[in-house]
Nanobody
Framework: QVQLVESGGGLVQAGVSLRLSCAAS????????TGWFRQAPGKEREFVAA????????YYADSVKGRFTISRDNAKNTVYLQMNSLKSEDTAVYLC?????????WGQGTQVTVSS
C-alpha cells in the first residue's frame, strides 16, 4: 500500500506561484512514474503533468506547458509541481497519482483557488 499526501495548495491571486508537494509513504515511488491531475467543480478529472521514475522525462498538458514544472526527489519519496503565472482557470483540486504494478494510487488532493 502507498499513501499519497498532497500539500501546498491555497487561495492566491492570478499571476503568482505555488508549489505543490506529493509525499508518499508505505512504499517507495522512486521506481515508478508519477503524475499530477486536477479536477474543477463540474468538470472531469484532467491530466496536468507526469514525470518518469528517473526524472529524465516529463510530460505536460498543453494548458500548463511553459508555466508548470514537475520534479521529484526520490530520496524524499516526494514529487513536486511548481506552478507559475497562475490563472483563474487553474482553480481545481490537484491530485497526485502513482502507478505501482497493476495498482493505481491517488492522494486526497489539495485545493488551489486562483482569484482574478
Amino acid at each position: 500500500q502507498v499513501q499519497l499526501v498532497e500539500s501546498g495548495g491555497g487561495l492566491v491571486q492570478a499571476g503568482v506561484s505555488l508549489r505543490l508537494s506529493c509525499a508518499a509513504s508505505g512504499r517507495t515511488i522512486s521506481s515508478t512514474a508519477t503524475g499530477w491531475f486536477r479536477q474543477a467543480p463540474g468538470k472531469e478529472r484532467e491530466f496536468v503533468a507526469a514525470i518518469s521514475w528517473s526524472g529524465d522525462n516529463t510530460y505536460y498538458a498543453d494548458s500548463v506547458k511553459g508555466r508548470f514544472t514537475i520534479s521529484r526527489d526520490n530520496a524524499k519519496n516526494t514529487v513536486y509541481l511548481q506552478m507559475n503565472s497562475l490563472k483563474s482557470e487553474d482553480t481545481a483540486v490537484y491530485l497526485c497519482r502513482a502507478d505501482l504494478g497493476y495498482s493505481v494510487y491517488w492522494g486526497q488532493g489539495t485545493q488551489v483557488t486562483v482569484s482574478s
